[in-house]
Structure formats: C-alpha cells, structure tokens
C-alpha cells in the first residue's frame, strides 16, 4: 500500500467509526423516543416506603429511583382497588368512562387503550406479571400474565400464544426474570414499553424463603387509631376489612396453615419443608399464648406487618435488579423509569387492612419517576397528581400526543418545572364495590390541598367532612359543625363541577335527588 492510500484507508476508517458511533449516540440518546419501564406493584402502601419517610422498613431501590429522579407527595387513585386502577392506566380513564369499576369483571380490551399508541410509533412494547383484567391484553406485542391473581410460589403464566406454563420459583424474582429476558431479546434500534406487573405486596402475603422472618425481631409500634371506634362515621363503622375480626388466623395470619389450599398446596417438597418449618413454629408460639381480644388483634397485626414488609422486601431488592440491568446496558440516560402502586393500602391504620375508602392511606399511592433528560435528581412535587394521569405523562414523555379523549394530564410540566402555578389541586374520587368483599359502602368525594368531603350513597347514605390540616388521621367528621358550613357550601360546588367535567352521571343523578 502506498502512502496515498494508506493516508486515504484511515480516512475512511475514521469517517466510517465516526457514522457508526454517531447512529449508535442517535439510538442511546433519542431523547424524543425515550424507553420506558414502568413497574406497577399492587396494595404497596407509601407507609412502607422509605422515601416517603415511612420507617417501617428500608426500601434503597424505590428511593434511589426517588432520589435519581422525583417523587410525588401528593399521588392519588381515582377508584382504590386493583383492577379498576390497571383499568385506569390503560385508558386514562375513570372506571364511570372505562366500564371497569369492580373487581373480577372481564375489562374490555377492545376500547382505546394507550398502549396501541406505543405501539403505533415505532415501540416495542410488553406486560410482564400481573393483569388480573379477566382477559388478555391487547395494545401489547408481548406478554406473559400470571393467571388471574397470580400465585407466590410456583405460579402459572399465560403468555402471547395463549399458552400457560407453569414457572418453578418466587414470583417477584419469575416477574424479573422474564422482563429482563424479554428485554435482552428486543429489538435496540426500536424504543420500548414495559409494564412489570408485580403481585407483591397483595394478600395473602406470602414470603420469599430467603425473607422468612426477616422482621421478626422488631415489635412495630400500632398505628395511633389502631383501635378506632368509628364514632361519627356510619360507613367506617359498618365495613368488614379488620385485622382484630376480618383476617384469617390460616390464611392472612397463617397460624395452622392448610398445605393443600392456595399457594401452599402448589409448592415444592424442598420450599414445604422450609416454609412448614417457619409458620410451624409461629403457630405453636401462638398457641403458647392463648390470646384473646385486644391482644389477639394486637399479635395479628405483627404476625400481618411483618409478611408483608418480608415481601415488600423480595420486591425492593427486584426492582434493584431491574435498575442494575439498566446501568449494565448503558439505558440510565434514556429511559424513564417509573414505580408506583396501584392504591395505597392499610397497615393497621383505623384497625385495617385492605384499602377502598377514600381516607388518605387507600386514597393515597406511591410514585417515584426517574427520567434523568428533563428530571433534576431529588425532584419533590407536591401537586395533585392522580392515576388518570400516568398514560398521558408516559405519552407525553415519548413525545406522542396524548389523545383528547383521556380525561387525566400530562405531568411533564410538573417534572420540568418545580415551580408551576395554576396547577389544579383538586381530586375527584369514585368507589363502587359493594358489598362483598368488605362491605365498603360505595362513595365518591373531593379531595383539595386542606380539605376532603365525602358523599357515601347505597347501604350507608351520608356526608363526611375531614379538615386535613387539623385531623390527618381523619378521625373528626365535622360535616355537622357550623364552624365549616361556608367550607361545605363551597366544596359541594366544587364537587359538582368535577362531576361535570369528568361526566360521572351516576354522581350527578345522586346528587340531584338529594335536593
Ligand atoms: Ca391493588
């Protein structure tokens, strides 16, 4: 080779490296077609989270996501139970607009669903773990669905041929597993949309062998209305979700377990031995006490308290995984991570479990979102955000426009600008399920920066007012208080105002033959 082409080889070398280093930044650092993982937990209460000053438990991988990006403070659902939030996501609708307001319906798949969007510009997109929608997903290329509510131990998932296999393993570690294959597997030239659905932290709270007893030496303190007794408030008093009568000594509390129901009877001889071996000696420490009454309700609640954070735990330490494969693949930059649950959900608070009142701990869900092209790290929003709006912000992160006939708004503004005005913090709320499983008697309300108001309609008909400000226990319904009688004019025109705009016409007919 003479000098000349020599001189000309390396050119060309350099011209050609610099093509392809220059499409490879293109596609790592597209930042109008931003990857998205957006992981959905369910009943994970903000209690239980650090970030959110809970001090129950540490929980590093949801607060680094907090701390890499921002959190909100003020994050509601619009309908505090499983499906109908899913529903929610999915549409960006309230479940009066989407069909979906109780539990183990068949969601229609067939309406406009926000995922078709992803997938109508250019994504890959993919629902890993829990659907639990009484159907298969549509607006998704791939999935794999726990069956139904899924199983702990061993659970059976249903993938994109309709077909079910049965996954040997802890089902938050199988969820993991098979969201980081399929993002091994995906196209790189093509941005992507994963849903991991998790089953944690869901009744009956069952933990990962390696987390068995993990919070067994700490006595938690009882929440301070651990013995509420309802006075003032007629729907509170007639539910049946407590942790003193409502859950099970077998199969919430798990003393005296029965191998061959449930989860238990799906497991293995090596995860029986160990997981008999654990609850066989809670049990007989159980018996050795002979507790009645309070004191019963008292040890259900540590017996309740400690499963649960030993399976939040499984899923902080997953979530950790799913952020260490993003680091490992160079996609920190460019993708928006979110985390959040669901609803929010009752640890003890007014003696509960459960969730689906519209008192701040069900009301209330975490949200954590990390996107490091617009967020600042350590970003804390303390607008009203709610769950109609998580499909719009996720669109209008990928740059797509958000359709006119979602009800929610993008969060954008929120996440760009710690400083935005005329934000409208006022959340409007819909319960329905009635009676079964917790006879929580359907309801729907206001919530604003001090105040909520709240109309429960059917089995218990009646008005509730809370002053936030003075009583975030919501222990004093002062609707009968003349004190606030200027409050409650003002926020029943409120009221009626979100119901027409968000077009709820069972709100309305109720309202009206009030008069
Ligand atoms: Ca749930």
């Given at each position: 080779?003479?000098?000349?082409?020599?001189?000309?080889?390396?050119?060309?070398?350099?011209?050609?490296?610099?093509?392809?280093?220059?499409?490879?930044?293109?596609?790592?650092?597209?930042?109008?077609?931003?990857?998205?993982?957006?992981?959905?937990s369910?009943?994970h209460a903000f209690q239980a989270i650090g970030a959110y000053g809970g001090k129950l438990m540490p929980t590093p991988n949801i607060d680094?996501?907090a701390?890499?990006?921002?959190i909100?403070r003020?994050s509601?659902?619009?309908?505090?139970?499983?499906?109908?939030?899913?529903?929610?996501?999915?549409?960006?609708?309230?479940?009066?607009?989407?069909?979906?307001?109780?539990?183990?319906?068949?969601?229609?798949?067939?309406?406009?669903?926000?995922?078709?969007?992803?997938?109508?510009?250019?994504?890959?997109?993919?629902?890993?773990?829990?659907?639990?929608?009484?159907?298969?997903?549509?607006?998704?290329?791939?999935?794999?669905?726990?069956?139904?509510?899924?199983?702990?131990?061993?659970?059976?998932?249903?993938?994109?041929?309709?077909?079910?296999?049965?996954?040997?393993?802890?089902?938050?570690?199988?969820?993991?597993?098979?969201?980081?294959?399929?993002?091994?597997?995906?196209?790189?030239?093509?941005?992507?949309?994963?849903?991991?659905?998790?089953?944690?932290t869901?009744?009956?709270?069952?933990?990962?062998?390696?987390?068995?007893?993990?919070f067994?030496?700490i006595?938690f303190p009882?929440p301070?209305?651990?013995?509420?007794?309802?006075?003032?408030?007629?729907?509170?008093?007639?539910?049946?979700?407590?942790?003193?009568?409502?859950?099970?000594?077998?199969?919430?509390?798990?003393?005296?377990?029965?191998?061959?129901?449930?989860?238990?009877?799906?497991?293995?001889?090596?995860?029986?031995?160990?997981?008999?071996?654990?609850?066989?000696?809670?049990?007989?420490?159980?018996?050795?006490?002979?507790?009645?009454?309070?004191?019963?309700?008292?040890?259900?609640?540590?017996?309740?308290i400690?499963?649960y954070l030993?399976?939040a735990k499984?899923m902080d330490?997953?979530?950790?995984?799913?952020?260490?494969?993003?680091?490992?693949?160079?996609?920190?930059?460019?993708?928006?991570?979110?985390y959040?649950s669901?609803?929010g959900f009752y640890l003890g608070e007014?003696?509960?479990?459960?969730?689906?009142?519209?008192?701040e701990e069900?009301?209330r869900t975490p949200f954590v979102?990390?996107?490091?092209?617009?967020?600042?790290?350590?970003?804390?929003?303390?607008?009203?955000?709610?769950?109609?709006?998580?499909?719009?912000?996720?669109?209008?992160?990928?740059?797509?426009?958000?359709?006119?006939?979602?009800?929610?708004?993008?969060?954008?503004?929120?996440?760009?600008?710690?400083?935005?005005?005329?934000?409208?913090?006022?959340?409007?709320?819909?319960?329905?399920?009635?009676?079964?499983?917790?006879?929580?008697?359907?309801?729907?309300?206001?919530?604003?920066?001090?105040?909520?108001?709240?109309?429960?309609?059917?089995?218990?008909?009646?008005?509730?007012?809370?002053?936030?400000?003075?009583?975030?226990?919501?222990?004093?319904?002062?609707?009968?208080?003349?004190?606030?009688?200027?409050?409650?004019?003002?926020?029943?025109?409120?009221?009626?105002?979100?119901?027409?705009?968000?077009?709820?016409?069972?709100?309305?007919?109720?309202?009206?033959?009030?008069?």
């Amino acid at each position: 080779m003479n000098l000349l082409k020599f001189s000309k080889y390396i050119i060309s070398l350099i011209l050609s490296s610099f093509i392809i280093s220059k499409s490879v930044a293109q596609a790592l650092n597209n930042s109008s077609q931003p990857n998205i993982v957006f992981i959905i937990s369910d009943d994970h209460a903000f209690q239980a989270i650090g970030a959110y000053g809970g001090k129950l438990m540490p929980t590093p991988n949801i607060d680094r996501i907090a701390n890499e990006g921002a959190i909100f403070r003020n994050s509601f659902v619009t309908n505090s139970i499983c499906g109908p939030s899913r529903a929610t996501l999915l549409t960006g609708k309230y479940s009066h607009k989407n069909g979906y307001p109780l539990n183990e319906k068949k969601f229609d798949v067939n309406q406009f669903l926000f995922s078709r969007l992803f997938q109508q510009h250019n994504y890959q997109t993919a629902w890993v773990g829990k659907w639990h929608l009484g159907n298969l997903p549509q607006g998704f290329d791939y999935f794999s669905i726990l069956k139904g509510q899924g199983n702990y131990y061993n659970p059976d998932l249903v993938g994109t041929n309709n077909d079910t296999t049965r996954h040997e393993g802890y089902v938050t570690d199988i969820i993991t597993d098979q969201s980081l294959a399929w993002l091994d597997q995906r196209d790189p030239s093509k941005p992507f949309f994963l849903v991991v659905g998790e089953k944690a932290t869901h009744r009956e709270w069952v933990p990962d062998i390696q987390d068995l007893g993990a919070f067994d030496s700490i006595d938690f303190p009882l929440p301070v209305n651990f013995f509420d007794t309802y006075n003032d408030r007629q729907a509170a008093l007639h539910q049946d979700m407590t942790i003193e009568t409502t859950m099970r000594m077998k199969e919430d509390v798990k003393v005296h377990l029965d191998y061959n129901t449930g989860d238990f009877k799906r497991l293995t001889e090596d995860q029986r031995v160990k997981i008999k071996e654990y609850y066989d000696r809670i049990s007989n420490e159980f018996d050795a006490k002979k507790l009645s009454g309070k004191e019963l309700a008292v040890w259900k609640f540590q017996r309740y308290i400690k499963d649960y954070l030993a399976v939040a735990k499984s899923m902080d330490r997953n979530i950790g995984k799913i952020l260490e494969y993003l680091d490992q693949h160079q996609l920190v930059e460019n993708t928006v991570v979110v985390y959040l649950s669901d609803q929010g959900f009752y640890l003890g608070e007014h003696g509960w479990f459960d969730k689906r009142f519209m008192y701040e701990e069900s009301l209330r869900t975490p949200f954590v979102i990390r996107y490091p092209q617009i967020i600042k790290p350590g970003t804390n929003i303390t607008r009203f955000a709610s769950n109609i709006d998580w499909a719009p912000t996720v669109l209008d992160l990928a740059g797509i426009k958000v359709p006119n006939e979602i009800q929610g708004m993008s969060l954008v503004p929120l996440l760009k600008n710690r400083n935005v005005k005329n934000w409208n913090d006022e959340l409007y709320y819909h319960y329905y399920e009635y009676p079964d499983p917790h006879r929580v008697s359907p309801h729907f309300g206001i919530r604003t920066p001090q105040y909520k108001l709240i109309k429960f309609y059917g089995a218990e008909n009646g008005w509730e007012l809370y002053d936030l400000k003075r009583d975030q226990s919501e222990m004093n319904n002062v609707i009968k208080s003349k004190k606030y009688s200027k409050v409650i004019a003002d926020l029943k025109s409120k009221l009626v105002l979100l119901i027409d705009k968000y077009e709820d016409d069972e709100a309305r007919k109720i309202l009206s033959e009030e008069k």
